[in-house]
């Protein structure tokens, strides 16, 4: 490690599926003041002045997404759920303060910086609106209480680049909190952030502050929806097959009602819209005898996407179980396997964040609950850095009763807001 002084930076991004916020704060944490640059208003961006880069952006984070689910070796019985679109967020700031080799290795591993696409889709799913605290996980809401909010905490004594400042409120809507990252308020009051824009579902940073922090970029990412259709049965003794010839006994519930669905090559998928808002829940479950690795991939994922924006809504008879998941990844080993390698050691160029500064570590803490009535969903990624047809006669079926792979879309856009696998429903 370099002898040079060490300072530290730590990229936070926090998810729940409910509650629309283009990246605004809407309780700032009562130890801390949110500063933003002077003049500087977000940068209101419509989608169809940016439909091609921001196709891209959705591609990229799909793909970063399946990058991120597939972190984990396939052990045939790992559920999983990250948040695709807080990632991207979190490292979209980063990328914003990279130059150099750096930016380039960046640009490579999450495709180019396209700033005013990440503001025009932030700014998408604003108009949803509503606050995280008030939704009862028992009964989620309808309309959907969706938000994203991000945050820059920054060490009093230090300094932050006028550019970067910028950046943050035209792309981003946010500025800095200065606090001191020697004393334990600090992490109170990243965790209180933390714990106000995710509705309390997340309530620790994955990466607490030390003393030699001086610089946390946080983005929060809440949703709490219900169905636009509940699931009105409910089959206790129903079972989930695990793999070849393991079940295991699981309630599941049911319902009939037109959705729409979509076949492809070792695939079927179904759509389960939310209640307004424009979002909803793919599940794609792998043809009899297939893995659920031949579907996550960012192509499938986006054919089903593309499949299901075409289909014409028909009867369904749909059975899926219920299911809570709770996940941290490592982020640091994804990135460097897609060649984001150089922000990880002494040559990192992030300058416009802070001098000779590198990223010494970065995870994602993700969770979410989804049963009759709907969903509730949140994550927290850290990056912390240190110096150096017609419709049939017979209703179709669509059995979730083996392991399948979903993500939850701004169906507009098909950007991935959370994705994950079910591979035993009965596990935490």
């Known amino acids: ?59 990229a984070t799909r793909d970063l997404g399946v990058a991120l689910a597939q972190a984990e070796p396939d052990t045939g019985g790992t559920n999983r759920v990250v948040s695709p679109w807080s990632a991207m967020t979190a490292l ?14 960046l640009d490579r591993a999450l495709g180019p910086y396209r700033p005013k696409a990440l ?24 309309p959907p209480v969706y938000r994203q909010g991000t945050g820059a905490f920054v060490q009093k004594s230090s300094s932050l680049g006028r550019q970067y400042l910028t950046d943050l409120s035209s792309f981003f ?7 001191d990252f020697r004393t334990p308020q600090a992490a109170n009051a990243i965790n209180e952030w933390i714990a106000v824009n995710t509705g309390g579902q997340i309530t620790q940073a994955p990466v607490p502050p030390d003393p030699e ?9 809440y949703l709490g929806a219900a169905w636009d259709r509940p699931f009105t049965q409910t089959i206790d003794d129903g079972t989930f097959t695990t793999g070849p010839g393991r079940t295991v006994p699981t309630a599941m519930m049911s319902q009939t009602d037109d959705f729409r669905l979509a076949r492809g090559a070792g695939w079927t998928a179904l759509e389960l819209p939310y209640g307004g808002g424009g ?10 005898g297939a893995s659920v690795g031949s579907t996550l991939s960012g192509a499938v994922l986006g054919a089903v996407s593309d499949g299901l924006k075409r289909a014409r ?33 002494s040559d990192a160029d992030l300058s416009a964040i802070g001098e000779d500064v590198f990223v010494s570590g970065a995870a ?36 979730a009763d083996r392991p399948f792979v979903y993500q939850i879309v701004d169906t507009s856009t098909s950007l991935p807001l959370f994705l994950g696998v079910v591979a035993n429903p009965t596990a935490n």
Do not use: H
Not at 216 to 221: D, E, P, R, Y
């Open 1 to 59: 490690m370099s002898s040079r002084r060490r300072l530290g930076l730590s990229v936070g991004v926090a998810g729940v599926l409910l509650f629309s916020g283009c990246a605004t704060d809407p309780a700032p944490p009562t130890t801390a003041q949110l500063s933003k640059a002077p003049s500087v208003t977000f940068q209101q961006i419509g989608i169809d002045q940016v439909r091609a880069e921001s196709a891209e952006v959705v591609t």
């Open 92 to 105: 979209g700031m980063v990328r914003a303060g990279a130059d150099g080799t750096t930016a380039d290795e």
């Open 119 to 142: 503001a025009a889709l932030l700014g998408q799913l604003d108009v949803i609106g509503g606050d995280p605290g008030t939704v009862d996980e028992d009964n989620p809401p309808t």
């Open 173 to 179: 809507d946010t500025g800095v909190y200065p606090i």
């Open 213 to 221: 922090t001086v610089f946390s970029l946080l983005s929060t990412v």
């Open 279 to 288: 979002l909803a829940m793919q599940v794609v479950l792998p043809d009899v």
């Open 313 to 345: 809504p028909a009867e369904v008879s749909v059975t899926m179980p219920r299911w809570k998941i709770e996940q941290t990844v490592d982020l640091a080993p994804v990135l460097e396997g897609l060649g984001a390698r150089r922000m990880f050691t």
């Open 364 to 399: 994602q803490s993700a969770t979410i609950t989804v049963g009759e009535k709907g969903t509730v969903a949140a994550a927290v990624t850290q990056v912390a850095m240190t110096t150096t047809g017609l419709p049939p006669e017979q209703p179709e079926t669509f059995d």
